[in-house]
């Protein structure tokens, strides 16, 4: 399984479905969201904090959610067990403009307890 290749989208989306405390932060947490790892992009469809579907796709950020779009290298080093200072988070990835976030902020606000803890979870996978 190579890093943020189809096979770690589902590890990631299996570790995701299960963490029992993320079905309490998130069960209001409904979006469509893209996540792109350089040059891959997911469609990552979430309801009620779950994961539902994952498809490989690109584009504008969906209406009513989000795109997280990154250099590979910035994604490979959020997700070691340590990352270094500014690589830690989804907040200070995005507000320290490693990531670039597009579509409707309040998506973000709203949901970024659950964000926090389903990109924690990548480190996971990355194992």
Do not use: C
């Not at 990531?99 to 949901?111: A, C, K, R, S, T």
């Amino acid at each position: 399984m190579a890093l943020f290749d189809r096979a770690w989208m589902e590890s990631w989306r299996r570790l995701v479905n299960a963490d029992e405390g993320l079905q309490v932060i998130g069960r209001y947490f409904t979006a469509d969201l893209i996540f792109s790892f350089g040059d891959t992009s997911y469609l990552v469809s979430i309801k009620n904090g779950a994961i539902e579907q994952i498809r490989e796709g690109t584009g504008n950020a969906p209406r009513d959610g989000l795109a997280f779009r990154g250099a590979r290298d910035v994604w490979e080093q959020f997700v070691q067990p340590m990352p270094p200072p500014r690589y830690n988070g989804i907040f200070p990835l995005v507000f320290g403009k490693l990531l670039i976030m597009e579509g409707d902020e309040i998506v973000f606000w709203q949901n970024l307890r659950a964000l926090t803890v389903m990109t924690h979870l990548m480190r996971t996978a990355s194992r």
